[in-house]
């Protein structure tokens, strides 16, 4: 008998999840783990969109897995010391998990040392083995790296589904109450309010976006500011692992064969290319990527504390700025745009530590993503790879251009 833990991380879905086939595979009875750690704060019951999201999906999740005769157990406290009691108490063969490679949850992983612990790579579009490239020799810019991949056809091949086998009870695990909140979600995200937050909700969705023909325009609407369809907003539900970029793939495809492909339906595509280079990077620059001078030996910003609270306080000398800030914490979103021209004023004009920036969006948005978040500012900043050094964004110029009715200054600065 093989009894074996799933342990959720950032992969919340039942279907096409490679780490969670294997433990099926390997395993007569499966126990479901989520621990709470710094990414959500359960006990803190103020209204924040991230943890909201995060707390739908718990939720979900553990309704999904009742319904199958499992339950998820969510566990708060330090995973090392969680598993090596769980293991004490029970004759759990090993865990299985998605592979995370950033340093903290790397670290976290490491630190555990009974049971043993298989993580596997789950989490980008391209699986790393089929490049013709080791993921450690990764091109350090992106048009290289993307006309690599394109030389010949993308294709993915999607997990196949298994029933779970029979479900074990952690006795004397005690999972934690998720509270429940009321339907808050605001601004460009307010659609979520009409979805189940679980991977049904994010198929629900990613089918809704593809049923009219707003992925032909996407490459002529994703840099608006504000609004439901301008960009696709799959990345909330990326970010959790409701969906994986492989179903999103799946999907596109379908759409380009069934409908029509152009240059719009082609940029989905590009931008998914985005998120698994900064995923790659990790890959090859791995803690480097988190130093102060990142990959680049230049000065860094020395932060002046007034201005991290002026940051918090959206009291930045700038109308426009302001609202940004106001839509992030208000809302838990920012379209591409918005969050490119803010990164930009907080390292060029607040003289804000790039990191310190990293950190202010990690807060509140609900798609927070360690990869894409820290490798775009890494990349505005200039400590990256980026031969050109560096992003700075003349934000009169980005208002008169993206905001010249002013709906999106007006909107947020008074609705708040
Ligand atoms: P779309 O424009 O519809 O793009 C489709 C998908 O492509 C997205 O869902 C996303 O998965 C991917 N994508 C698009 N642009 C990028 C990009 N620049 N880098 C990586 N992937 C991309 N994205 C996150 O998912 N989480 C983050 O924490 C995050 N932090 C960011 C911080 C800064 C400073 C900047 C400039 C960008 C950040 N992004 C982040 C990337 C991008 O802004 C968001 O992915 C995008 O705005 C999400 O909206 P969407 O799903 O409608 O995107």
Request: hydrophobic share 35%; charged share 25%.
């Amino acid at each position: 008998m093989s009894h074996n833990i799933f342990w959720f991380r950032n992969n919340l879905r039942l279907n096409d999840n490679y780490p969670l086939l294997q433990c099926i595979k390997d395993s007569t009875c499966i126990s479901f783990v989520y621990i709470v750690n710094r990414n959500l704060k359960i006990l803190d019951v103020e209204e924040n969109h991230k943890n909201k999201f995060l707390i739908d999906a718990l939720n979900q999740l553990q309704t999904n897995l009742s319904n199958l005769g499992h339950e998820l157990y969510v566990i708060q406290g330090e995973p090392s010391v969680l598993f090596s009691s769980i293991a004490k108490q029970h004759q759990i063969n090993k865990i299985y998990c998605e592979k995370i490679i950033s340093p903290y949850e790397k670290d976290e992983e490491l630190s555990i040392t009974q049971p043993d612990v298989v993580s596997l790579w789950d989490s980008s579009l391209l699986n790393t083995e089929d490049l013709e490239f080791d993921v450690s020799n990764l091109p350090d810019t992106f048009t290289t790296f993307r006309k690599k991949v394109e030389s010949k056809p993308i294709t993915v091949t999607l997990s196949e589904s298994l029933p779970l086998p029979k479900p074990a009870d952690l006795l004397n695990i005690k999972s934690c109450k998720l509270p429940k909140y009321e339907n808050i979600f605001r601004g460009s995200v307010d659609f979520l309010n009409h979805y189940t937050i679980c991977e049904n909700g994010a198929q629900s969705f990613v089918k809704d976006y593809f049923s009219d023909n707003k992925a032909l325009e996407y490459k002529q609407t994703r840099n608006e500011l504000m609004g439901n369809d301008f960009s696709t907003k799959f990345s909330v539900w990326l970010a959790h692992g409701l969906i994986s970029a492989r179903q999103i793939f799946t999907s596109l495809k379908n759409y380009e064969e069934n409908n029509r492909a152009n240059e719009s339906t082609y940029w989905i595509l590009f931008e998914l290319l985005w998120r698994d280079y900064f995923r790659f990077l990790h890959f090859k620059y791995d803690r480097k990527l988190y130093f102060p001078f990142g990959l680049k030996n230049k000065e860094i910003n020395e932060t002046s504390q007034v201005n991290i609270i002026n940051l918090e306080e959206a009291n930045t000398g700038s109308s426009f700025i302001n609202a940004g800030i106001r839509e992030l914490q208000n809302s838990g979103f920012l379209s591409n745009r918005m969050r490119q021209i803010l990164a930009s004023f907080i390292i060029f004009e607040m003289k804000i530590d790039w990191r310190v920036g990293a950190d202010f969006f990690q807060k509140y948005l609900i798609d927070f993503d360690i990869y894409s978040n820290q490798g775009n500012w890494i990349y505005i900043a200039g400590y990256g790879t980026d031969p050109r050094g560096g992003r700075r964004f003349n934000v009169e110029k980005q208002k008169n251009t993206y905001d010249i009715d002013n709906q999106y200054e007006m909107y947020w600065n008074e609705n708040t």
